[in-house]
């Protein structure tokens, strides 16, 4: 049974930094990728960004690129979101999710497990 674990998530102000960290356990075999996704109040989740397990490529939304960095560390089964330079518009529930297989996808729905999410609200 996989299970994804959120933690790090808190009050930053605007500009701040802050790491999340995702411990992933249950996950059969290699070749997944690892994503994050968030959701604010009223709006839908969306994506954030994701990486192969196996592969060093990455995929951020615009809205991240440049500001967020997503990192594995296999030995640990672990998933990194170290996010820089916060707005107010970051603040949301931030959720780590992995699909099979190693295609990067943006797409909420093609991510089959989910953690229970973690809080980040970004204040001014």
């Known amino acids: 049974q996989v299970h994804l674990v959120e933690s790090g998530g808190g009050l930053v102000q605007v500009g701040g930094s802050l790491r999340l960290s995702c411990a992933a356990s249950?996950?059969?075999?290699?070749?997944?990728?690892m994503g994050w996704f968030r959701q604010a109040p009223g709006k839908e989740r969306e994506f954030v960004a994701a990486?192969?397990?196996?592969?060093?490529?990455?995929y951020y939304a615009d809205s991240v690129r440049g500001r967020f960095i997503i990192s594995l560390d296999n030995a640990k089964n672990t998933v990194d979101l170290t996010m820089n330079s916060l707005k107010s518009e970051d603040t949301a529930v931030y959720y780590c999710?992995?699909?099979?297989?190693?295609?990067?996808?943006?797409?909420?729905?093609?991510?089959?497990?989910w953690g229970q999410g973690t809080q980040v609200t970004v204040s001014s």
């Open positions: 990486r192969p397990r196996t592969r060093t490529e990455t």
């Open positions: 249950g996950l059969i075999g290699s070749q997944y990728v």
């Open positions: 999710a992995a699909r099979d297989g190693e295609a990067l996808d943006m797409r909420t729905s093609h991510y089959f497990y």
